[in-house]
């Protein structure tokens, strides 16, 4: 299940970023937070505590005038948001260590991948070893660089709360919002510049709220 559920994530979101959609790509995992804040509280009984709660409610509200904004139904958004969201709901409760888990969805994965690779390369529609040796190399690493962060990300579900994780995954698509702006020229509107500053202050006081209730304990 993890398998489908990241495999899908990665294609979407690959997807995305090579049709231009950067912006929408930010906006689903601005929303991947509360999704795994929302699975926290209904699957694992996880409990908030008021600033937490205000915090939330501040995110919800800066998403939802996001989503509003763009007068169309974000259906790649969500769709990142929910596969995602589940991917870590999922990972957190299998016993299953990081690694192992991380080692089998690649070799399940490799099966399709490497049969969509063949395809491609017999079409001539192929990059990997056809396209210049940086290339190459940089397809290549693209590889570590995406699965080291998902295996810290793992580790990171076996050792804290599932809300947490969700406040902490603000930064990502922070990210990608400053990328599609300062490097891809995306048009920044007032909308997504509201945005924008009401999840960073969400995270700003949850974090603040974290940090008081350690040192009270």
Request: net charge positive.
């Amino acid at each position: 299940m993890t398998t489908l559920l990241v495999g899908c994530n990665w294609f979407l979101f690959i997807w995305a970023i090579n049709g231009g959609h950067i912006l929408q790509t930010s906006l689903g995992y601005y929303i991947n937070p509360l999704v795994n804040v929302l699975l926290g509280v209904i699957f694992l009984r996880e409990r908030l505590r008021r600033l937490q709660t205000a915090a939330l409610a501040l995110a919800f509200g800066g998403v939802f005038y996001l989503t509003v904004s763009y007068g169309q139904f974000p259906w790649v958004s969500l769709a990142l948001a929910f596969s995602f969201g589940f991917y870590a709901l999922i990972r957190k409760v299998a016993p299953v260590s990081p690694l192992v888990g991380l080692t089998v969805e690649t070799l399940l994965l490799s099966v399709p991948a490497l049969t969509y690779l063949v395809y491609l390369d017999r079409m001539g529609a192929g990059a990997f070893l056809r396209a210049s040796g940086a290339t190459s190399l940089l397809l290549a690493g693209a590889a570590l660089m995406t699965g080291l962060p998902l295996l810290l990300f793992t580790h990171g579900t076996k050792r804290l709360h599932l809300t947490t994780i969700g406040f902490l995954q603000y930064i990502a698509p922070s990210c990608t919002f400053l990328l599609a702006i300062l490097v891809y020229d995306e048009p920044l509107h007032a909308p997504q510049l509201w945005t924008f500053i009401l999840i960073w202050s969400a995270l700003a006081l949850y974090s603040w709220d974290a940090v008081r209730h350690y040192r009270n304990h």
